[in-house]
T-cell receptor
Framework: QQQVKQSPQSLIVQKGGISIINCAYE??????FPWYQQFPGKGPALLIA?????SEKKEGRFTISFNKSAKQFSLHIMDSQPGDSATYFC????????????FGTGTRLTVIP | GAGVSQSPRYKVAKRGQDVALRCDPI?????LFWYQQALGQGPEFLTY????????KSGLPSDRFFAERPEGSVSTLKIQRTQQEDSAVYLC???????????????FGEGSRLTVL
């Protein structure tokens, strides 16, 4: 059973456009929601993360929006660049209990010049 | 080293062979995780170590999978009698904090790609 559901599977955006990736979860015990970026042949790398006590977090061109009541969170990439082309994974974990991150299935983003 | 190092980067095994995958975490990192990433999928948790103690192995898919971290640094994931469904990228990650601090950043290696023929 997929703990974190991610969409879309793939996304093509023009340079300068906004990329939006959505995730949803069911387990209300989750209290940490990171996004990881993965380039081909590389391991995932942390991009940005949020905790449920805030509804939005922005770091440069990357913003996480978090809706606790809907159990949804999304990644917005503003002014998308070709160098942003990668696979993006949302994830979730809890402070107690499970010792691991539950990842979504990934979104392959392609930014075309 | 500067990051998490994994070896071999690529491994081809015949069905039934045993394989061993090595992970060198970032020096001083307490927590070490192994994940399995199938083609086109997100990483899936296999096991977690806090120093030398394996505190969670709930994600290991079968008793053919075994992991160890005897001195609390380097870890080895061993797969016995490999099967085709074991083909995947095996990712190692380390973190300076303790888990339930899978609430902290995980630093991933580049992975070991296993292909079982």
């Amino acid at each position: 059973q997929q703990q974190v559901k991610q969409s879309p599977q793939s996304l093509i955006v023009q340079k300068g456009g906004i990329s939006i990736i959505n995730c949803a979860y069911e387990n209300t015990a989750f209290d940490y929601f990171p996004w990881y970026q993965q380039f081909p042949g590389k391991g995932p790398a942390l991009l940005i993360a949020i905790r449920p006590d805030v509804s939005e977090k922005k770091e440069g061109r990357f913003t996480i929006s978090f809706n606790k009541s809907a159990k949804q969170f999304s990644l917005h990439i503003m002014d998308s660049q070709p160098g942003d082309s990668a696979t993006y994974f949302c994830a979730a974990s809890m402070r107690t209990g499970a010792n691991n991150l539950f990842f979504g299935t990934g979104t392959r983003l392609t930014v075309i010049p | 080293g500067a990051g998490v190092s994994q070896s071999p980067r690529y491994k081809v095994a015949k069905r039934g062979q045993d394989v061993a995958l090595r992970c060198d975490p970032i020096s001083g990192h307490v927590s070490l995780f192994w994940y399995q990433q199938a083609l086109g999928q997100g990483p899936e948790f296999l096991t977690y170590f806090q120093n030398e103690a394996q505190l969670d192995k709930s994600g290991l898919p079968s008793d053919r999978f075994f992991a160890e971290r005897p001195e609390g640094s380097v870890s080895t994931l061993k797969i016995q009698r490999t099967q085709q469904e074991d083909s995947a990228v095996y990712l190692c990650a380390s973190s300076p904090g303790l888990a339930g601090s899978a609430t902290g950043e995980l630093f991933f290696g580049e992975g070991s790609r296993l292909t079982v023929l």
